[in-house]
């Protein structure tokens, strides 16, 4: 594989994931809102030895999704790969949580995850194969107080590409969720939550697991996979 868009390629993992496969020689689509942050992981990818062409853009903003997946046969000539990273945090409790920031969070991490995917498919199934990859989260997975609103926008995430996984089993098209528990990213920067940032998943860890998933042979697919830090054992 050696064409990819991610999104949320800012930070965290979606950066990490990026110098990785920058340095494979990989031609890189970069997406996220911030064109300040973004600009220098495009040079930092170009500098490894890929090619990072940067699409600063919010993926909720209506033909925005359509647009990043025209600029990759544009600019890239194709893809082999999605990587979709691009999400936002809610840990607050139910009572305190607005129907202003459920709104935002299910529209972030829910609508926009469907958009992409939908249009993953849509790329893929006509070419007869591609692999799509999102990080739901241990939070697509089971609950944790104080993390109503975001376990709902993962969730969604995880019944949504089950279902379209199923929808798309005889296209081509494979798809791959990664939960992973408390990954040390800037997700936690901002949130009003005692945590153990020394005891979390290393980022580079969890970019590692992206790119398993991306080596395996293309009859294969990781359709899911659970990391978590040892105190966090289900």
Not at 147 to 157: D, L, R, T
Not at 208 to 217: N, R
Request: include cysteine.
């Amino acid at each position: 594989m050696t064409k990819f868009l991610i999104t949320g390629a800012s930070s965290g993992i979606g950066k990490a994931v990026a110098k990785k496969l920058a340095a494979r020689g990989a031609m890189l689509l970069l997406n996220s809102r911030s064109a300040e942050r973004l600009g220098p992981v495009g040079g930092e990818c170009i500098a490894a030895g890929g090619t990072g062409v940067v699409h600063a853009a919010d993926l909720t903003t209506p033909g925005v999704v359509e647009g990043l997946f025209k600029a990759a046969q544009d600019q890239l000539g194709g893809l082999d790969a999605v990587i979709h990273c691009a999400g936002v945090g809610l840990i607050k409790p139910t009572l305190e949580t607005t129907d202003a920031e459920f709104s935002r969070v299910m529209n972030v991490n829910a609508r926009a995850t469907f958009l992409v995917a939908r249009e993953a498919c849509r790329f893929f199934s006509a070419q007869k194969q591609g692999l799509f990859i999102t990080l739901p989260g241990i939070l697509g997975r089971v609950g944790m107080r104080n993390a109503a609103a975001y376990a709902a926008s993962k969730f969604a995430v995880t019944g949504m590409l089950k279902s379209m996984a199923l929808e798309f089993q005889r296209s081509g098209v494979r798809i791959c969720l990664l939960h992973l528990g408390g990954v040390d990213t800037p997700f936690w920067d901002n949130l009003q939550m005692t945590v153990q940032r020394d005891r979390m998943i290393p980022v580079e860890v969890a970019a590692d697991a992206v790119i398993s998933a991306v080596d395996l042979p293309s009859h294969l697919v990781l359709n899911e996979i659970v990391i978590q830090p040892e105190s966090h054992q289900m």
